[in-house]
């Protein structure tokens, strides 16, 4: 894909940056609220104007006066280290607050780096922000953009300034096919350090605060030939447990996430000794959306005999699902076994993309349930044939005496002919009955059960 050049949104806490962000951008949405620092890891969306395309990012607020909080002190470490990536920057204010000392402060670090900046006074639609107006003359910017992200007034005039100083332009790009995978699991589980150590790069806030991944940070990783765009996402707690407005739609993105996913890292923190209830549920959720599914015991530096053994018996009663997903067991901490995280993906994303001969298929279910015959209130089960719709998840239509008769204890059994007869771990099989026209109207007649 064409290099893009990049344009990166910065300010102080709630000034609005993340309104603007969720207005310019498709694909990518910032959680906006009007409390201090909810960004706090950047998230970037590709966006088109006027045939120009650019790398749009949003940042947590910067904090120039010290702190003793480490998350932000990392917050505003992360945003200066990124704008030196920048080809425009987007030094956003509040028009309705004025300047204030942090924002000459800040002022001055931007001027220092040499970089094309547009001051973009935020709240144009608020009346006295044209009485301030004066006052950002003084930050020493020679391009100022009054806008009102809120209700969009100007927004269009901005981008396309941005186009005018774009140093190159892209005019297209090429459509995105990569596989996604997401990472899921409670707070403080160690995901993104799992994305982290994917990367090779502190991409994601690490800290012992639980909650410190707020909006989920999607990044793009190519293993052997194979292009992944891997999401961390927030933690999720148990729901009676999410009272906060800024943590339910933190729960809600990570759902929204997992959704769309192709395969689904559920990180579990093994030093507990055990999968919570809320593991286990999205376990169950990830597979029966028809999601590929990973399993990593992270903070294996810290499990002992005891742990290990305590581990082992609790996950005895759910070995019906464990038998059937791929598991791993790892530590981001120490680096050991995060190295075949992507081998592990690529092999169960080549499992999940499976194409069968629907002859073959035909075949196996037939001589299945010649093995072993199944029945409805007297009445055998009959499958005609079966054919494979679609990959990524495994379709399968089945075309049966009886579509009705098919429930999930009769279609867990072909599950597992599937799973006898093919390498499918990880992955998951969607099976569609249908009545057979031709045969449909013999059912009740013949078939039964002597």
């Given at each position: 894909?064409?290099?893009?050049?990049?344009?990166?949104?910065?300010?102080?806490?709630?000034?609005?940056?993340?309104?603007?962000?969720?207005?310019?951008?498709?694909?990518?949405?910032?959680?906006?609220?009007?409390?201090?620092?909810?960004?706090?890891?950047?998230?970037?969306?590709?966006?088109?104007?006027?045939?120009?395309?650019?790398?749009?990012?949003?940042?947590?607020?910067?904090?120039?006066?010290?702190?003793?909080?480490?998350?932000?002190?990392?917050?505003?470490?992360?945003?200066?280290?990124?704008?030196?990536?920048?080809?425009?920057?987007?030094?956003?204010?509040?028009?309705?607050?004025?300047?204030?000392?942090?924002?000459?402060?800040?002022?001055?670090?931007?001027?220092?780096?040499?970089?094309?900046?547009?001051?973009?006074?935020?709240?144009?639609?608020?009346?006295?922000?044209?009485?301030?107006?004066?006052?950002?003359?003084?930050?020493?910017?020679?391009?100022?953009?009054?806008?009102?992200?809120?209700?969009?007034?100007?927004?269009?005039?901005?981008?396309?300034?941005?186009?005018?100083?774009?140093?190159?332009?892209?005019?297209?790009?090429?459509?995105?096919?990569?596989?996604?995978?997401?990472?899921?699991?409670?707070?403080?589980?160690?995901?993104?350090?799992?994305?982290?150590?994917?990367?090779?790069?502190?991409?994601?806030?690490?800290?012992?605060?639980?909650?410190?991944?707020?909006?989920?940070?999607?990044?793009?990783?190519?293993?052997?030939?194979?292009?992944?765009?891997?999401?961390?996402?927030?933690?999720?707690?148990?729901?009676?447990?999410?009272?906060?407005?800024?943590?339910?739609?933190?729960?809600?993105?990570?759902?929204?996430?997992?959704?769309?996913?192709?395969?689904?890292?559920?990180?579990?923190?093994?030093?507990?000794?055990?999968?919570?209830?809320?593991e286990l549920k999205l376990a169950f959720y990830a597979f029966e959306h028809h999601k590929a599914l990973v399993i990593l015991f992270n903070k294996y530096?810290?499990?002992?005999?005891?742990?290990?053994?305590?581990?082992?018996?609790?996950?005895?009663?759910?070995?019906?699902?464990?038998?059937?997903?791929?598991?791993?067991?790892?530590?981001?901490?120490?680096?050991?076994?995060?190295?075949?995280?992507?081998?592990?993906?690529?092999?169960?994303?080549?499992?999940?993309?499976?194409?069968?001969?629907?002859?073959?298929?035909?075949?196996?279910?037939?001589?299945?349930?010649?093995?072993?015959?199944?029945?409805?209130?007297?009445?055998?089960?009959?499958?005609?044939?079966?054919?494979?719709?679609?990959?990524?998840?495994?379709?399968?239509?089945?075309?049966?005496?009886?579509?009705?008769?098919?429930?999930?204890?009769?279609?867990?059994?072909?599950?597992?002919?599937?799973?006898?007869?093919?390498?499918?771990?990880?992955?998951?099989?969607?099976?569609?009955?249908?009545?057979?026209?031709?045969?449909?109207?013999?059912?009740?007649?013949?078939?039964?059960?002597?």
């Amino acid at each position: 894909m064409n290099k893009l050049p990049r344009v990166i949104l910065v300010g102080r806490t709630n000034v609005g940056k993340s309104t603007l962000f969720n207005r310019v951008s498709d694909n990518v949405k910032s959680i906006a609220l009007d409390q201090i620092g909810v960004t706090r890891d950047f998230l970037q969306d590709t966006v088109c104007w006027n045939s120009a395309c650019f790398e749009f990012i949003d940042t947590g607020g910067i904090q120039v006066k010290k702190t003793r909080d480490e998350i932000y002190k990392r917050v505003s470490a992360g945003v200066f280290s990124l704008l030196d990536t920048a080809d425009i920057i987007l030094f956003m204010v509040d028009g309705a607050s004025g300047v204030v000392p942090e924002e000459q402060e800040l002022a001055k670090l931007l001027h220092k780096l040499g970089k094309k900046v547009i001051l973009v006074v935020n709240k144009g639609d608020v009346p006295q922000v044209r009485e301030h107006m004066y006052q950002f003359d003084r930050l020493g910017f020679e391009t100022i953009m009054l806008i009102s992200a809120a209700h969009g007034h100007d927004v269009a005039e901005l981008l396309d300034l941005i186009v005018e100083l774009l140093p190159f332009k892209v005019a297209q790009i090429e459509t995105d096919e990569a596989l996604k995978v997401v990472i899921i699991g409670k707070p403080n589980a160690g995901k993104s350090s799992l994305l982290n150590a994917l990367l090779d790069e502190e991409r994601a806030i690490v800290s012992d605060v639980a909650g410190t991944t707020r909006e989920p940070i999607t990044e793009k990783v190519t293993f052997y030939k194979e292009d992944m765009q891997i999401t961390d996402t927030p933690g999720v707690r148990r729901k009676r447990g999410v009272t906060e407005q800024l943590e339910k739609m933190m729960v809600k993105r990570a759902f929204h996430e997992l959704k769309e996913a192709d395969i689904v890292l559920l990180v579990v923190d093994a030093s507990q000794g055990k999968l919570s209830d809320q593991e286990l549920k999205l376990a169950f959720y990830a597979f029966e959306h028809h999601k590929a599914l990973v399993i990593l015991f992270n903070k294996y530096d810290l499990v002992d005999e005891h742990i290990q053994r305590e581990l082992d018996f609790n996950l005895v009663p759910y070995d019906f699902l464990l038998s059937k997903v791929q598991a791993i067991r790892l530590s981001c901490k120490s680096g050991k076994n995060v190295g075949k995280v992507l081998s592990i993906i690529k092999g169960v994303a080549d499992r999940y993309k499976q194409k069968f001969s629907d002859d073959e298929l035909t075949i196996l279910f037939r001589d299945a349930l010649h093995r072993r015959e199944l029945f409805h209130q007297g009445s055998r089960l009959i499958v005609y044939k079966v054919k494979q719709i679609k990959t990524a998840p495994i379709t399968l239509v089945m075309f049966v005496n009886n579509p009705t008769w098919f429930g999930s204890s009769q279609l867990g059994y072909f599950d597992n002919v599937m799973r006898k007869a093919y390498d499918l771990e990880g992955v998951p099989i969607k099976f569609i009955p249908r009545a057979n026209s031709k045969n449909f109207q013999k059912v009740g007649t013949k078939g039964k059960k002597k």
